[in-house]
């Protein structure tokens, strides 16, 4: 067997290590050269990874085209700025639940036809069997919730796909709205709501016209905003909408990021075997989304009662879908598991901007349709993408 020897060291022999280039003293952490592209690579790569990315990216790029077309026709004055924000909030509020129930791997077809459904509830109560329309809206808000859990229940207990459940729940709603206002009103239009809501004051702080009227009307006085020849300010205030928008989305975002619930949504859409292995209940996590999408709907359709007057056969036709693809520009993949209710609110603001936006240029409205087609596949192809980059990585 051989034998180890060890030479001693002359101190002669010895090298002071921070004699040689490149070396450290002892224990001291040499410091590797950093290279500016690997870090800058590393933080696009990161951005890039965001759901929300594409969203934000695509509605920069809306406002620069529309800067550009309509900068000078008052799109993006502030009562233009209310206009296109208005639309783009409506949409807002059904896009968080829907993009929700989407990270959970689920769909909800029937949202449009609920918001037409809810505003009956809300409108025959008050107009014909004299409710007050409070009552009449915790009614509607009661029953829709109902009925989304009914889905929710229905999607778990069938095992059937969401999209076959709730697209029958579309054509049932759709037709009982149709049935019933026919049935009372002899019309498909049910009006009067408006008053009724303004002489409750509940309805009318809650639900009905703007916020902060009164700052509106000082800022018109001292010449903040344009007045009008009635002494009111062009812009009288907030509309209630944008508020709601604002509310549901902050908690929808912290419930995603923040909380053990938001994990639970991202684990029952990711993989639901897998989730309930390690204890996630998985179906009431998805039960809940899907009342959640149903009370999304209804307060859709109580602050379009409470602002228009009237209630509808016809109103929230194809909103589901003009909700799916909220969700699916926002970074939503349509399969689960991955998402974000920021993108999906960025993704209704490109719906408002590019809907309102279209008249106060000289493009054709009808090519609206063309651009939530364009944009619904861009979206989706993007997203894929950026799942086979994320999976490549893990």
């Known amino acids: 067997m051989g034998v180890i020897q060890h030479r001693a060291r002359h101190p002669s022999d010895s090298t002071d290590p921070s004699d040689v280039p490149g070396s450290a003293a002892p224990g001291t952490l040499s410091a590797a050269p950093s290279d500016e ?13 965001r759901p929300e990315f594409a969203a934000i990216s695509g509605a920069v790029m809306v406002f620069i ?5 309509a900068g000078s026709s008052g799109m993006f ?14 949409l807002g509020l059904i896009a968080v639940g829907a993009c929700l129930l989407m990270i959970a791997g689920e769909f909800d077809l029937s949202i449009g036809s609920m918001i037409g459904f ?46 076959i459940v709730t697209l029958a729940f579309l054509f049932i709603l759709r037709g009982l709205t149709l049935a019933l206002s026919v049935l009372f009103s002899d019309r498909t239009i049910i009006s009067g709501v408006g008053d009724i809501a303004a002489a409750d004051p509940i309805a009318n702080f809650l639900f009905k016209g703007v916020a902060f009227h009164s700052l509106f009307q000082w800022f018109g ?8 020849d009635t002494g009111e300010p062009l812009v009288p205030g907030i509309p209630k909408v944008l508020l709601w928008w604002a509310l549901l989305a902050a908690c929808g975002a912290f419930t995603l990021a923040r909380t053990r619930f938001g994990n639970w949504i991202f684990a029952s859409g990711g993989d639901a075997v897998a989730a309930k292995n390690v204890g996630v209940p998985v179906k009431r996590v998805k039960i809940t989304l899907f009342v959640l999408t149903a009370f999304c709907a209804c307060l859709f359709a109580v602050l379009q009662v409470c602002d228009i007057g009237s209630a509808a056969a016809d109103r929230g036709l194809l909103k589901e879908f003009e909700a799916i693809i909220a969700a699916v520009i ?6 689960g598991g991955y998402g974000s209710v920021v993108g999906a609110c960025f993704g209704a603001l490109i719906f408002g901007v590019v809907q ?10 009808d090519w609206f349709g063309v651009f939530l ?19 490549e990585a893990k």
Request: proline share 2%; charged share 10%; aromatic share 12%.
């Open 37 to 49: 592209r690997l870090r800058n690579e590393a933080w696009f790569s990161k951005l890039l990874g």
């Open 65 to 69: 085209v529309f800067a550009l077309a």
């Open 77 to 90: 004055n502030l009562d233009g700025i209310m206009n296109w924000s208005q639309v783009a909030a409506y």
């Open 118 to 163: 809810a505003g009956m509830m809300v409108a025959i109560p008050s107009v014909y069997w004299h409710w007050p329309i409070s009552l009449a809206i915790l009614f509607a808000f009661a029953g829709s919730m109902a009925l989304g859990a009914l889905n929710g229940y229905l999607v778990i207990r069938t095992r059937l796909p969401s999209f």
């Open 221 to 228: 006085h001292i010449g903040l905003l344009k007045l009008l």
């Open 330 to 335: 926002g970074g939503a993949l349509l399969t």
């Open 356 to 365: 309102i936006g279209i008249s106060y240029t000289n493009v054709d409205s």
């Open 373 to 391: 087609g364009v944009m619904l596949l861009l979206a989706v192809i993007f997203n894929n993408y950026i799942r086979r980059r994320v999976a």
